[in-house]
């Protein structure tokens, strides 16, 4: 079965260290996105990704960079992490048509929930 | 500019019907969504409605949109425990979702 994983699940780094996190998808899907997910605040897009070499800055990309190689992969990097960076991330892919019932329903990975001290 | 808004928390009892309300800004999106996050899980898509449909069914839940007002409801009947959960209302726009803040269900027994 089709599937996005994430990892890791879960990670803790200091201050002004250089983190990656990993997100793989087998739905061969052109559209990758990244989240956050913090108290009060719901799913803020950080990047995202309409294909191969293409990057795109969401709502809260300070601090966050993206590079997309192949379809399946899309990492995250935290340059040099700050504690306002705790958070919950996810990861998730679609293949947007607007012929297919439910258009661009995005398919959301277990999440990496990263802590910085 | 765009802004989905939603009640935080709602708690209801098991066999009660469960009204999560949600309210979006852009008439232009195609479709909305409902989202549900188990805990320490991911969200999972539950149901989502057309912009051109007024109400989607779909067993327990039902799916009201009013254009008009830019308002979208989530109804749940006879809410199990199994329902608590959080979920988000997301609007499209150009093959991307913008999600509420999320509405956390408690289902007492």
């Known amino acids: 079965d089709a599937e996005i994983t994430q990892s890791p699940r879960h990670k803790i780094t200091e201050t002004g260290r250089q983190v990656t996190l990993a997100c793989h998808q087998t739905w061969n899907h052109n559209n990758m996105f990244w989240y956050r997910q913090d108290l009060g605040h719901g799913l803020r897009l950080i990047h995202y990704?309409?294909?191969?070499?293409?990057?795109n800055k969401g709502e809260v990309s300070d601090g966050y960079s993206v590079s997309r190689s192949n379809t399946e992969d899309l990492p995250l990097t935290l340059e040099s992490a700050a504690s306002s960076q705790t958070s919950v991330y996810f990861c998730?892919?679609?293949?947007?048509?607007?012929?297919?019932?439910?258009?661009?329903?995005?398919?959301f990975g277990p999440g990496t929930r990263l802590t910085v001290l | 500019g765009e802004d989905v808004e939603q009640s935080l928390f709602l708690s209801v009892r098991e066999g009660d019907s469960s009204v999560i309300n949600c309210t979006y800004t852009d008439s232009s999106s195609t479709y909305l969504y409902w989202y549900k996050q188990e805990p320490g899980a991911g969200l999972q898509l539950l149901t989502y409605?057309?912009?051109?449909?007024d109400m989607k069914q779909d067993q327990r839940l039902t799916v009201l949109l009013n254009k008009k007002d830019k308002h979208l409801s989530l109804r749940i009947a006879d809410t199990q425990t199994g329902d608590s959960a959080i979920y988000f209302c997301a609007e499209s726009i150009v093959g991307k979702l913008i999600f509420g803040q999320g509405t956390e269900l408690s289902v007492k027994p």
């Open positions: 990704s309409y294909g191969v070499q293409d990057t």
């Open positions: 409605i057309f912009s051109n449909m």
């Open positions: 998730a892919s679609s293949e947007f048509s607007a012929s297919t019932p439910g258009g661009d329903e995005q398919f």
